[in-house]
C-alpha cells in the first residue's frame, strides 16, 4: 500500500462509540477472521472475534461511556506475560486498520465492558487485556487533537522515513488522547518509549503498529 493511501486511512479512522444494525456479513467477517488467525499465528496470541453479541456492551457502565448498538467486538487475548500489552497493542490495531479498509467503524475499550459477559474463552494463564468496539458507525467520529511533533521524537539527522514515521503514530488511537509516548532516532534504530500511565504499554504497541506501517520495516530496526 502506497504512503498516501497509509495515512489517508489513518486520517479517516477515528474512534466511534455509535453503531447501527447493519450485520457484519460473511465476507468480512471471513477476511476480518482470516487477519486475526494470521496475527494469533506472529504473536501467540488468542485474540477472538466476538460477532452478534451485545451482551459486553450492555451495561450501565456502557451507556455512560455513550455506547450504543455495540454488537461485534474484538477480544485481545493472551498470556500473562511481560509484553502482552504492547503486543494486543500492535496485533489490535493491525486488526483495525484492516476494519477501517474494509468499511467497519471501530473504538479501542479498555474499561467501559463487562468483563464478565464478554463472549470469548479466556484461559487459566491468559488476560483479557482490552475489547475494540467493531460495527458500521452511526457517525464517523472526530480527529484527536496532536501534540508537535518536537514533543514526541528525538532525531540524530533527518531523515524521511522517521519523519512519515512519526506522523503516522501521531495518527494513533492512544489512552484518553494523551500521546504518552517518545520516539528516537539513532542512526537506523529508532527506540520507542511508552511513558507513565495507565495502559501506555498497550499504546505502545500501537503507535509501533503506525510507525512500522508509514516508516517501512526495510528503514529501521527497533532498539
Same mark, same amino acid.
Given at each position: 500500500?502506497?504512503?498516501?493511501?497509509?495515512?489517508?486511512?489513518? !486520517?479517516?479512522?477515528?474512534?466511534?462509540?455509535?453503531?447501527?444494525?447493519?450485520?457484519?456479513?460473511?465476507?468480512?467477517?471471513?477476511?476480518?477472521?482470516?487477519?486475526?488467525?494470521?496475527?494469533?499465528?506472529?504473536? @501467540?496470541?488468542?485474540? +477472538?472475534?466476538?460477532?452478534?453479541?451485545?451482551?459486553? %456492551?450492555?451495561?450501565?457502565?456502557?451507556?455512560?461511556?455513550?455506547?450504543?448498538?455495540?454488537? /461485534?467486538? &474484538?477480544? @485481545?487475548?493472551?498470556?500473562?506475560?511481560?509484553? $502482552?500489552?504492547?503486543?494486543?497493542?500492535?496485533?489490535? *490495531? =493491525?486488526?483495525? %486498520?484492516?476494519? +477501517?479498509?474494509?468499511? @467497519?467503524?471501530?473504538?479501542? $475499550?479498555?474499561?467501559?465492558?463487562?468483563?464478565?459477559?464478554?463472549?470469548?474463552?479466556?484461559?487459566?494463564?491468559?488476560?483479557?487485556?482490552?475489547?475494540?468496539?467493531?460495527?458500521?458507525?452511526?457517525?464517523?467520529?472526530?480527529?484527536? #487533537?496532536?501534540?508537535?511533533?518536537?514533543?514526541?521524537?528525538?532525531?540524530?539527522?533527518?531523515?524521511?522515513?522517521? &519523519?512519515?514515521?512519526? =506522523?503516522?503514530?501521531?495518527?494513533?488511537?492512544?489512552?484518553? /488522547?494523551? +500521546? =504518552?509516548?517518545?520516539? *528516537?532516532? +539513532?542512526?537506523?534504530?529508532? =527506540?520507542?518509549?511508552?511513558?507513565?500511565?495507565?495502559?501506555?504499554?498497550?499504546? @505502545?504497541?500501537?503507535? #509501533?503498529?503506525?510507525? !512500522?506501517?508509514?516508516?517501512?520495516?526495510?528503514?529501521? $530496526?527497533?532498539?
Amino acid at each position: 500500500m502506497m504512503y498516501s493511501d497509509v495515512i489517508k486511512l489513518m !486520517e479517516e479512522r477515528h474512534s466511534v462509540r455509535k453503531y447501527t444494525a447493519r450485520r457484519i456479513d460473511g465476507n468480512i467477517r471471513q477476511t476480518l477472521q482470516e487477519c486475526a488467525d494470521e496475527c494469533n499465528k506472529a504473536s @501467540l496470541l488468542n485474540i +477472538q472475534l466476538c460477532f452478534d453479541e451485545p451482551k459486553a %456492551f450492555d451495561t450501565p457502565i456502557s451507556h455512560y461511556g455513550s455506547f450504543s448498538n455495540v454488537n /461485534n467486538y &474484538i477480544a @485481545l487475548v493472551g498470556k500473562k506475560t511481560k509484553d $502482552v500489552y504492547e503486543k494486543c497493542g500492535y496485533y489490535g *490495531e =493491525k486488526l483495525v %486498520f484492516k476494519a +477501517q479498509e474494509l468499511g @467497519l467503524n471501530t473504538c479501542w $475499550v479498555a474499561l467501559t465492558y463487562s468483563k464478565k459477559k464478554v463472549g470469548c474463552v479466556v484461559g487459566q494463564d491468559e488476560s483479557l487485556i482490552a475489547v475494540i468496539a467493531l460495527g458500521y458507525g452511526a457517525e464517523q467520529g472526530k480527529p484527536h #487533537k496532536c501534540k508537535s511533533l518536537e514533543k514526541v521524537m528525538r532525531v540524530d539527522e533527518n531523515a524521511e522515513w522517521f &519523519i512519515r514515521g512519526v =506522523k503516522a503514530a501521531m495518527l494513533a488511537p492512544t489512552a484518553v /488522547n494523551q +500521546q =504518552k509516548f517518545f520516539l *528516537e532516532k +539513532q542512526g537506523n534504530a529508532v =527506540k520507542a518509549t511508552a511513558g507513565l500511565g495507565f495502559y501506555t504499554k498497550l499504546d @505502545l504497541g500501537i503507535i #509501533k503498529y503506525h510507525f !512500522e506501517i508509514a516508516a517501512g520495516k526495510e528503514n529501521f $530496526v527497533w532498539k
